[in-house]
């Protein structure tokens, strides 16, 4: 028994570690914001969302897959959180009941098993009720196996039967043993051999000789619970094996549920603010496309009260994007929404925007300026190398990298060249780069060599200074307008001594 | 020759001893806790026999050829398992014979019977064994070669073919037995066997659609043993009624059989014991590098001659932490019977003492000893005078108390005795310690024993032609660095002097440049 909701074919693995690039991701993105909203305080969900989000989709129809089931989920939100609340139920439950111990006798084992596939196969059955009667509104592949799945495989004949070996594993009757003589008269090769019907049983059992253990006779009842456990050491093991892998069912069905009510749960606070989303188009990772409309940042959008402006850009068949442009005009927002977007695609989600398209990136990546490193263990363009190096240990062709104005912890011209020729480097072997940049040098150096793949945006500004927060394309400029930004926060500059 | 005994060649064994006081001063008990730690003292009682020196050449001959022939790894190996696998039998069936001998059923069970059984065939199985695996090796010691022999045919002998026929057919009666228990309410009701079906499959099966993926293994690993055994009794008691037949006759054979290890293959099951505990014992030290020798006794030459030997309850210890043993040689010529050590304290003086006494020691037990080769001579006994702790019930002082004790050895030793002196007259003045120190030396050279002196009286070293010297030495370069060589030269206590001082630039000629005038 699979769920099967988050792939075609395989279980989600929620347990995976984080990798450093996943949480540089989290870290640069702002991706902490997006998944606090996702969860809902719902720890599970939080996890869920943090691997699934930042551990991307290769393949368009596995992206496809998500996308038709979280259509399914956005119109029966209801039955979704049902089937996730009885997961969820269930697992609570198991850890209400079920607890073992090394020391435990395996008959008490055995006899905890038994109770909690009890309550597991009442659980079942609610799910297949859900199953009976809404499966008609759900149009996914992904759903719709699931379904069927429990209409298939736990049907009124197995739940019956289940119920009779159930009530017989509580050996209300006595156990019986079979036994063969070991080297010096021992009984070995224990088996739990089936009784036959009572009547039968009775006739022969009556004037069987017996021997009986004194209640009182501490050793011989252990002796007795010990004679039980070797018979159903086997037994104990199917039985508890079973729990397990139920349990193990509703965990995956939880844990995959969760994603999708994560999803539900961001839908419905952008619908709220009547923010758009659309489905985005994925493309192979071998073409090159980006082309999208209203494009925002994610995380922004929940924090803020009003909308937030979005962007729009269709350059398909680029694989640089250089970003200059005014001091807060929305240059890391908008690489922010960029790589937002990506991982939102590539995990099957709806993406922040009114349309969206692009290929598929084998990874992605973020290279963002950091704060200066306070354990002094490096210079702070060592710093800088030393995590570009990293990126290029797991780099792969077809990778999207994000550099948010990345090495200029140096001067200009020695940071233009080595910008330079890492980003030649990367262009070479088939990367994506989008590149936010003061380095004037740098910029300007791609802008001449007009290289079809490249394309040049910059922040906007009003000619009196007010920013945008809109890009367009446009030629590097020499200035960033820092002097803007320093006349605002020092109005009337020229009266008052610098600080 | 008819086999007797693998440690001695009659069955008139010598008596044999416990630790004597030159044991401890030479480490000795040390080595033999070591060597007898695998073998519990109260089953195996080993120690007496590391404890008692031989006295005639023959007698240490014949261990040392059985020795020899134990180094084959075949011949030790087989005899080894075989050993302890009679000796473990004989030993458990003690208490098996005195449970079947009791009139009580409380003890004289089916369990108890089948352990009988079960032990007679694991004899018999053993005896087949080894007469298989015995034959093999080249044997060339008279004790192992006649104990084949003896093997060889007490396989063939009547009693033997007899208890092996009754033992296969007996067991395999019961092994055809099977029964089912119903265990319900404190009670067990059994019946025979008679085709239920396996229950575990049926439940395996209608939970196999649940199957995916890894989980917990909730199987245990229960032993096949019975708790309780009055319980397991009991249920035998049962199923005997259900088989009369099968179980009256294990009652007969039983009766039969009570006594079925054969008395010398027992002995000879101890005795060989001491053989493997040194052996293996000795192992330790070859694998880190350290060779062993049989050593050339003699009862007249005193021409004794030591290369590479080393302490071995010291080396025990530096092996396990990984640090080098220091071998070193002696030897004694013509009318040459004491060595005078002198030199750097810590140089490992008391240690050459000790294995000089332990060298003797085991080779008179027969045994293979540290070193490449050796010369060794048959003693009547061993005397050691280490420094003793001041003893504060004694009235006499330290002085008074080292004299009298040498003054004891030196009447109850022979001139086939060997003495081993460790620093003494350390509690006397100088001149006082030479004079006494040179009488001693006297008596000793008059006695005409073997003897060891460490000694820090340089003086000693070149009272008699008798006298050998011998030096612990330093690393030039650095005197606080010791070597723990031990080499024939004369005693010179200023050479160690002289490199401290050089250390220190206060020889002569550092002070003369150093002080100007």
């Not at chain 2, 140089?347 to 000893?369: E, N």
Request: charged residues 25%; negative net charge; hydrophobic residues 40%.
């Amino acid at each position: 028994m699979k769920a099967h909701l988050m792939y075609p074919d395989r279980d989600f693995d929620s347990e995976a570690k984080l990798s450093a690039q996943q949480q540089t991701l989290i870290q640069d993105l702002e991706l902490d914001t997006l998944f606090q909203a996702m969860a809902g305080g719902d720890k599970l969900i939080l996890e869920v969302v943090r691997r699934a989000v930042t551990g991307g989709l290769a393949a368009p129809e596995e992206i496809l897959y998500r996308q038709s089931i979280l259509r399914d989920c956005i119109k029966n939100p209801d039955v979704v959180r049902t089937l996730y609340k009885i997961a969820s139920d269930a697992i609570q439950k198991k850890k209400d009941i079920w607890w073992i111990t090394s020391g435990m006798f395996l008959s008490s084992v055995l006899s905890g098993a038994v109770n909690l596939l009890q309550m597991f196969a009442g659980m079942l059955k609610m799910l297949r009720g859900v199953a009976d009667k809404h499966a008609g509104q759900f149009e996914s592949e992904g759903f719709s196996a699931l379904f069927s799945m429990l209409q298939r495989e736990l049907d009124d004949e197995y739940f019956a039967l289940l119920q009779t070996h159930l009530h017989e594993l509580k050996f209300y009757d006595g156990i019986l043993i079979g036994a063969e003589l070991g080297g010096h008269n021992q009984g070995v090769h224990y088996m739990l051999r089936r009784q036959q019907d009572k009547k039968l049983r009775r006739l022969k059992w009556y004037f069987a000789p017996s021997f009986s253990v004194n209640p009182r006779d501490e050793n011989g009842c252990t002796d007795l619970a010990k004679r039980r456990d070797r018979a159903l050491n086997l037994a104990t093991n199917a039985v508890a094996q079973s729990a397990d892998h139920v349990c193990n069912f509703f965990i995956m069905l939880q844990t995959e549920l969760a994603f999708y009510v994560g999803c539900l749960n961001v839908y419905e606070r952008l619908a709220a603010k009547g923010e758009p989303v659309c489905f985005p188009e994925p493309s192979g990772c071998r073409t090159r496309r980006h082309a999208f409309g209203g494009l925002y940042d994610i995380s922004l959008a929940l924090i803020l009260g009003q909308r937030v402006a979005g962007n729009r850009l269709d350059a398909d068949d680029k694989e640089l994007f250089v970003i200059t442009g005014a001091n807060q005009g929305g240059k890391s927002t908008f690489l922010r929404s960029i790589g937002q977007a990506q991982l939102l695609m590539q995990c099957g989600m709806f993406v922040p925007a009114e349309r969206f398209a692009a290929n598929i990136c084998s990874k992605v990546f973020t290279h963002y300026k950091r704060q200066e490193d306070a354990t002094m263990k490096s210079g702070k363009l060592d710093e800088e190398l030393a995590r570009m190096s990293g990126i290029v240990d797991e780099i792969e062709p077809d990778s999207m990298i994000l550099f948010n104005e990345s090495f200029a912890a140096t001067n200009e011209r020695e940071g233009s060249e080595i910008g330079r020729q890492i980003v030649n480097a990367l262009l070479e072997k088939h990367m994506k780069v989008f590149f936010v940049t003061h380095l004037y040098d740098f910029a300007h150096s791609y802008y001449e060599k007009e290289l079809p793949g490249a394309i040049f945006l910059r922040a906007g500004r009003q000619p009196d200074g007010r920013r945008t927060f809109q890009l367009a394309e446009g030629e590097p400029l020499q200035t960033s307008f820092g002097d803007d930004l320093y006349a605002k926060i020092f109005e009337n500059a020229p009266d008052k001594p610098a600080v | 020759m008819a086999f007797q005994s693998i440690l001695f060649q009659s069955r008139e064994a010598p008596a044999v001893h416990e630790a004597r006081a030159y044991c401890k001063d030479l480490n000795i008990d040390q080595i033999v806790n070591a060597i007898t730690a695998g073998w519990k003292e109260k089953d195996y009682d080993l120690k007496p026999l590391f404890y008692s020196p031989l006295r005639r050449v023959d007698d240490m001959q014949y261990r040392q050829e059985i020795m020899r022939d134990l180094e084959n790894e075949t011949a030790l190996c087989a005899v080894r398992v075989f050993a302890r696998a009679v000796y473990t039998l004989e030993n458990s069936m003690r208490f098996t014979r005195k449970y079947l001998l009791s009139q009580d059923p409380y003890y004289c069970n089916y369990l108890q019977k089948g352990r009988l059984l079960e032990s007679a065939a694991a004899y018999c199985a053993a005896v087949e064994k080894l007469a298989e695996d015995i034959a093999v090796p080249d044997l060339r010691s008279r004790g192992l070669a006649a104990f084949r022999e003896y093997i060889a045919s007490y396989k063939d002998s009547a009693a033997f073919t007899a208890l092996q026929a009754e033992t296969a057919s007996m067991r395999a009666e019961l092994s055809a037995v099977r029964y089912c228990m119903l265990i319900r309410n404190g009670s067990i009701k059994v019946r025979k066997y008679e085709g239920e079906a396996d229950h575990t499959a049926e439940i395996e099966a209608i939970f196999e659609r649940f199957k995916q993926g890894a989980v917990k293994d909730y199987r245990r690993d229960l032993p096949e043993e019975p708790y309780a055994e009055h319980v397991e009794a009991g249920v035998l008691n049962l199923v005997a009624r259900l088989y009369p037949e099968i179980f009256e006759r294990l009652d007969r054979y039983c009766q039969k059989n009570l006594r079925f290890i054969d008395e010398t293959i027992y002995a000879f099951s101890h005795e060989i014991q001491f053989y493997i505990a040194y052996l293996e014992y000795i192992g330790r030290f070859k694998r880190a590098g350290l060779r062993f020798c049989y050593p050339r006794m003699s009862g007249e030459s005193k021409e004794i001659s030591s290369t590479n030997g080393f302490d071995m309850a010291l080396a025990d210890k530096l092996i396990a932490k990984s640090q080098p043993v220091v071998c070193n040689d002696f030897y004694l010529k013509g009318a040459e019977r004491i060595i005078v050590v002198s030199g750097p304290n810590q140089g490992g003086k008391t240690t050459f003492a000790r294995t000089f006494g332990q060298l003797h020691h085991f080779a008179s037990l027969g045994c293979p000893i540290p070193g490449t080769e050796a010369n060794l001579f048959v003693f009547d006994e061993i005397f050691t005078h280490f420094e003793k702790e001041e003893d504060i019930n004694s009235l006499s002082g330290k002085l008074q108390d080292d004299l009298v004790r040498m003054n004891g050895i030196l009447r109850q030793a022979t001139p086939d005795s060997v003495i081993i002196i460790n620093e003494i007259l350390s509690s006397t003045t100088l001149k006082d310690a030479v004079e006494i120190g040179k009488k001693i030396m006297e008596q000793v050279v008059r006695l005409d024993a073997l003897c060891i002196v460490v000694t820090f009286l340089d003086e000693l070293a070149s009272c008699s032609d008798k006298n050998v010297s011998m030096v612990s030495t330093v690393v030039p370069e650095d005197p606080a660095q010791r070597t723990f060589k031990i080499v024939r030269k004369p005693a010179d206590g200023l050479a160690y002097a002289m490199h401290i001082a050089a250390k220190y630039r206060l020889t002569y000629e550092c002070l003369k440049e150093r002080i100007h005038a």
